[in-house]
């Protein structure tokens, strides 16, 4: 049996390179050390490579800003739904209330998580599951599944019905402070749990909990409107005027989408779960009665194709991607070897794509919409143009351009209609999905 000592020792310090003895290391580290590393790894060529036009471009509008909140799911499902109210309405830059969604979500939210507090409070509490459960308690992030989940049962409202807020755009401290209250709830229902509660007890105890969540929640974001007088002015100066909308007529009245038929497809790696299959996370959602988080692994070749078709019939797409890899927030780009790392710390620090899920590596922590792609003449894409919700900064007023690699490396996944799904993944749609622990990175929230 081999052993090894773990003290570094000064014969390794010998051997380690030195600025004086090593001209590459030297001029590494007088760029990075006055530019910072991305600056210094940045290759130009890739830069200057990357035309920003594409063939098919659907955007004309302008971009929202998500500011200091991490509600990119719900700004894209959002601006996904409002290239459908554009056209109704007649307005070219409308925007939906982000802050009426994600109120929505945060109350919704609570109340799942104190509904798994209750079924979990059997489980040691330094079991893995409870401790994920109370280290991810009611963060901003979300998926697909989840954002349908809202917008069937609350509706949407147009952005003046619940305008932004200060803690609506800058969550941390709103955040906190729930969280605060629903760790210290969780434990005082397991405790409820422990000593005999009855189910009518627990069910009183959430509520009250819920009272206080909603309180929070109503100081910080306002009062959602559950009905509000619609009239409106059209970008050709046309006044209209509906009268008084709930959230869900104003939802079925001006985007209409049957948001049912879209399913999310991703791009999971990993060997041991194989393309076509159906995948779900356990504890995942935010909507007691909702939609189940629902995923098919589909081959890239096939994801790229049904988002670049969905393109060019005119309507954007809803993704899911890791922007924290090989990405320049400054220039708008998200292409494959923007930064050459390897080569400007003489190290190999390539990876593939499997690896870097399984060992935490990468995983999708943001989402944003197709609005454009660019198609060879081959009929392969090569280019796709990208809506963030970063305000107007960044990029080209805000929007980004990944190339083709990009796409294959750092995309997880794609909302696309059950209706364009193949043949062979359709049953896919129905079947019972492969259920993942909590902690799996497909249960990554973007």
């Given at each position: 049996?081999?052993?090894?000592?773990?003290?570094?020792?000064?014969?390794?310090?010998?051997?380690?390179?030195?600025?004086?003895?090593?001209?590459?290391?030297?001029?590494?580290?007088?760029?990075?050390?006055?530019?910072?590393?991305?600056?210094?790894?940045?290759?130009?060529?890739?830069?200057?490579?990357?035309?920003?036009v594409?063939?098919?471009?659907?955007?004309?509008?302008?971009?929202?800003?998500?500011?200091?909140?991490?509600?990119?799911?719900?700004?894209?499902?959002?601006?996904?739904?409002?290239?459908?109210?554009?056209?109704?309405?007649?307005?070219?830059?409308?925007?939906?209330?982000?802050?009426?969604?994600?109120?929505?979500?945060?109350?919704?939210?609570?109340?799942?998580?104190?509904?798994?507090?209750?079924?979990?409070?059997?489980?040691?509490?330094?079991?893995?599951?409870?401790?994920?459960?109370?280290?991810?308690?009611?963060?901003?992030?979300?998926?697909?599944?989840?954002?349908?989940s809202?917008?069937?049962?609350?509706?949407?409202?147009?952005?003046?019905?619940?305008?932004?807020?200060?803690?609506?755009?800058?969550?941390?401290?709103?955040?906190?402070?729930?969280?605060?209250?629903?760790?210290?709830?969780?434990?005082?229902?397991?405790?409820?749990?422990?000593?005999?509660?009855?189910?009518?007890?627990?069910r009183?105890?959430?509520?009250?909990?819920?009272?206080?969540?909603?309180?929070?929640?109503?100081?910080?974001?306002?009062?959602?409107?559950?009905?509000?007088?619609?009239?409106?002015?059209?970008?050709?100066?046309?006044?209209?005027?509906?009268?008084t909308?709930?959230?869900?007529?104003?939802?079925?009245?001006?985007?209409?989408?049957?948001?049912?038929?879209?399913?999310?497809?991703?791009?999971?790696?990993?060997?041991?779960?194989?393309?076509?299959?159906?995948?779900?996370?356990?504890?995942?959602?935010?909507?007691?009665?909702?939609?189940?988080?629902?995923?098919?692994?589909?081959p890239?070749?096939?994801?790229?194709?049904?988002?670049?078709?969905?393109?060019?019939?005119?309507?954007?797409?809803?993704?899911?991607?890791?922007v924290?890899?090989?990405?320049?927030?400054?220039?708008?780009?998200?292409?494959?070897?923007?930064?050459?790392?390897?080569?400007?710390?003489g190290v190999?620090?390539?990876?593939?794509?499997?690896?870097?899920?399984?060992?935490?590596?990468?995983?999708?922590?943001?989402?944003m919409?197709?609005?454009?792609?660019?198609?060879?003449?081959?009929?392969?894409?090569?280019?796709?143009?990208?809506?963030?919700?970063?305000?107007?900064?960044?990029?080209?007023?805000?929007?980004?351009?990944?190339?083709d690699?990009?796409?294959?490396?750092?995309?997880?996944?794609?909302?696309?209609?059950?209706?364009a799904?193949?043949?062979?993944?359709?049953?896919?749609?129905?079947?019972?999905?492969?259920?993942?622990?909590?902690?799996?990175?497909?249960?990554?929230?973007?």
């Amino acid at each position: 049996m081999t052993t090894l000592t773990g003290a570094i020792d000064g014969a390794l310090f010998d051997r380690l390179s030195r600025p004086e003895s090593d001209p590459a290391l030297r001029l590494a580290l007088n760029a990075v050390t006055r530019s910072g590393i991305d600056e210094s790894a940045l290759d130009r060529g890739r830069v200057v490579g990357t035309p920003t036009v594409v063939s098919n471009r659907l955007d004309n509008w302008a971009v929202t800003s998500q500011k200091k909140s991490g509600r990119c799911w719900l700004f894209s499902s959002l601006n996904l739904l409002r290239s459908r109210a554009r056209a109704d309405l007649g307005v070219k830059d409308f925007e939906f209330s982000q802050n009426y969604a994600m109120f929505w979500d945060k109350f919704e939210r609570a109340n799942w998580f104190l509904e798994d507090v209750i079924a979990t409070a059997s489980q040691d509490l330094g079991s893995r599951l409870v401790q994920f459960l109370l280290a991810e308690v009611l963060g901003d992030g979300g998926q697909w599944d989840m954002a349908v989940s809202l917008y069937l049962k609350h509706g949407v409202v147009p952005k003046q019905a619940m305008p932004e807020t200060q803690p609506s755009s800058n969550t941390r401290r709103m955040n906190t402070q729930l969280q605060v209250l629903l760790r210290r709830s969780a434990l005082d229902l397991r405790a409820q749990v422990a000593a005999g509660a009855s189910a009518d007890e627990l069910r009183a105890a959430k509520e009250s909990v819920l009272g206080d969540v909603w309180r929070i929640l109503v100081i910080s974001l306002g009062v959602p409107p559950s009905r509000f007088d619609w009239e409106w002015q059209d970008d050709e100066g046309g006044f209209h005027r509906e009268g008084t909308l709930t959230p869900r007529e104003f939802f079925d009245r001006h985007v209409g989408m049957d948001l049912t038929r879209y399913v999310c497809l991703v791009d999971d790696p990993r060997a041991a779960h194989p393309k076509g299959s159906a995948l779900t996370v356990e504890h995942l959602g935010n909507v007691v009665g909702g939609r189940e988080i629902r995923y098919i692994n589909a081959p890239m070749d096939l994801v790229k194709r049904l988002a670049a078709d969905a393109l060019a019939a005119g309507e954007p797409v809803w993704f899911g991607a890791d922007v924290s890899q090989q990405a320049d927030r400054d220039s708008g780009l998200l292409v494959g070897g923007l930064h050459d790392y390897s080569g400007l710390f003489g190290v190999d620090l390539s990876t593939t794509k499997e690896q870097r899920v399984i060992s935490g590596e990468s995983a999708m922590n943001h989402a944003m919409l197709f609005t454009g792609v660019d198609i060879a003449e081959d009929g392969t894409p090569r280019r796709w143009r990208v809506e963030n919700s970063w305000g107007e900064e960044p990029g080209d007023k805000g929007y980004f351009t990944m190339d083709d690699a990009w796409f294959t490396d750092y995309v997880f996944e794609v909302v696309v209609k059950i209706d364009a799904l193949p043949e062979d993944l359709r049953p896919a749609v129905t079947e019972e999905p492969l259920a993942l622990p909590a902690w799996d990175p497909m249960g990554t929230l973007a």
